[in-house]
């Protein structure tokens, strides 16, 4: 099967937002929600001073940890990209804590990311985020050609930028967005070494193999519980009866009684 990536030069992002915008209105995202953030940042102190354009966004891992912890497979591997599909999703967040790069969101119920505009690209079409990108900062293909332009670039970005690298090549399995990066990792908000955190490592091991078990047993609690709760409704019908009838079958006070209630 044919894997597909993103390439991300940013040697040549220069953050306008312009893939920003493009994902939210292509892909009608909720107001509050957003695929792409940029960000800028300086570090050193002059002349010494560095800066760049933070571009955070799903970096689909081929390792991809939150798709190892999804318990219904809302989150999935398709062509290289990890796609989603939120009609399934039961927001149990378990790929928040799972994810290395800190990407999915939970709003409304449902989990968000990027999924490669996975519909467009299906009917032909280029994702939103590449189509807009004013100086070729991103590109799409398949993942060997994305990598052999990705390693021309950086053979000329290293002429003026000796630390530049790849980045994505092999970490957390390799990645479907290759990134160039012209310092180290750590000034875009990166982990040198993305690691599956022990969380994942425990779900894989221990809570995963259960879960069919626990699934079972649930729906057993589950419906005792409602025996339990439809019995004591019932109870309580029966009893609010019985003090009903037994109200209308007291005898009507005499009159002295009620004048000496009344006195």
Not at 73 to 99: H, P, W
């Given at each position: 099967m044919t894997s597909y990536a993103f390439l991300l030069d940013l040697g040549k992002c220069i953050g306008c937002q312009a893939c920003v915008a493009a994902c939210k209105i292509g892909n009608e995202l909720p107001e509050d929600t957003q695929y792409i953030h940029i960000d800028e940042f300086t570090s050193g102190r002059y002349p010494q001073v560095k800066g760049g354009v933070i571009n955070h966004r799903c970096y689909h891992c081929t390792?991809?940890?939150?798709?190892?912890?999804?318990?219904?497979?809302?989150?999935?591997?398709?062509?290289?990209?990890?796609?989603?599909?939120?009609?399934?999703?039961?927001?149990?967040?378990?790929?928040?804590?799972?994810?290395?790069?800190?990407?999915?969101?939970?709003?409304?119920?449902?989990i968000h990311k990027c999924d490669g505009c996975a519909d467009v690209v299906k009917a032909g079409g280029t994702p939103w985020c590449v189509k807009t990108c004013p100086n070729r900062a991103l590109m799409y293909g398949e993942r060997s050609e994305i990598m052999a332009e990705a390693k021309r670039r950086l053979a000329k970005l290293q002429e003026r930028y000796p630390e530049a690298r790849i980045y994505g090549e092999t970490e957390a399995g390799g990645l479907g967005v290759i990134m160039i990066l012209p310092n180290e990792p750590e000034q875009y908000e990166l982990p040198a070494q993305p690691q599956i955190s022990g969380f994942t490592g425990a779900w894989q091991k221990v809570v995963q193999p259960a879960s069919l078990g626990l699934t079972g047993l649930s729906l057993v609690v589950t419906g005792l519980a409602a025996i339990i709760a439809r019995r004591a409704h019932l109870k309580e019908e029966e009893l609010l009866a019985e003090q009903a009838s037994a109200q209308e079958n007291a005898p009507a006070p005499s009159e002295e009684t009620q004048d000496e209630q009344a006195a």
């Open positions: 390792d991809a940890a939150c798709v190892a912890v999804c318990p219904t497979g809302a989150l999935f591997k398709e062509n290289g990209l990890t796609r989603v599909n939120d009609d399934i999703c039961s927001a149990c967040g378990y790929c928040l804590t799972a994810c290395p790069f800190k990407v999915p969101q939970l709003i409304n119920g449902h």
